[in-house]
């Protein structure tokens, strides 16, 4: 496997369901960050990880609860969705370069599609 | 004003020509810039990124960045069909948390 790859590629689930998606990096990078793409809207970040740990939660509701447990590897856990959390959900990895404003380039995974009933 | 905005679309253009796509920013201090190509139902995959003042080339590509002015474009030389796609700018977030912000995005059609 190389770059970033995302699973499941597809999810449907109903209101009371619990799933996580799954993503993993191949790139030896040292941040990874999970964003939701909606129709007609930019693309909106919601957890950054640095090394593991969790540096960013741009105020996202509690039914979704990130999880990183490595480097490599980073958990979306769902639970008690509503049908307008039916989006792309992103993966993305980068290198992070530390203080001076500079960022390097983040590589997206291929997406979960997720529908919500 | 929003953080990174891109003109509205769909851009037609027709095979052969030079598609143009422009990107604004609001943060003078911005110091990172990309753009992505992403196609109907897949994810964003990097075209370009650019730090410095002026044009910088790849093959069919050239992105130009203008930091006195805040903006940042793309020319797409030879159009081909297979440059259909959405195109994003994303730009660095340096007050705060220097995260990435990105713009709706242009879609670009080209006609063979």
């Known amino acids: 496997e190389t770059g970033v790859t995302q699973t499941p590629r597809h999810l449907v689930m109903g209101m009371t369901n619990k799933k996580s998606l799954k993503c993993e990096q191949h790139l030896g990078h040292n941040a990874m960050y999970w964003y939701k793409q909606s129709a007609k809207k930019p693309l909106e970040l919601m957890f950054v990880y640095s090394l593991e740990e969790r540096v960013e939660n741009n105020s996202v509701p509690s039914r979704f609860s990130p999880e990183c447990p490595n480097s490599s590897h980073l958990f979306l856990h769902l639970h008690t969705l509503q049908p307008e959390d039916s989006a792309l959900y992103l993966c993305?990895?980068?290198?992070?370069?530390?203080?001076?404003?500079?960022?390097?380039?983040?590589?997206f995974g291929p997406g979960t599609r997720l529908t919500v009933l | 004003q929003k953080e990174v905005e891109q003109n509205s679309g769909p851009l037609s253009v027709p095979e052969g020509a030079i598609a143009s796509l422009n990107c604004t920013y609001s943060?003078?201090?911005?110091?990172?810039f990309f753009w992505y190509r992403q196609y109907s139902g897949k994810s964003p995959e990097l075209i370009m990124s650019?730090?410095?003042?002026g044009d910088k080339e790849d093959g069919r590509f050239t992105a130009q960045l203008n930091k006195a002015s805040q903006y940042v474009s793309l020319l797409i030389r030879d159009s081909q069909p297979s440059d259909s796609a959405t195109y994003l700018c994303a730009v660095n977030r340096p007050r705060g948390n220097n995260r990435l912000a990105f713009g709706k995005g242009n879609q670009v059609v080209v006609i063979p």
């Open positions: 943060d003078r201090v911005s110091q990172s």
């Open positions: 993305a990895s980068s290198q992070e370069l530390g203080a001076g404003g500079l960022i390097d380039t983040q590589y």
């Open positions: 650019i730090y410095s003042n």
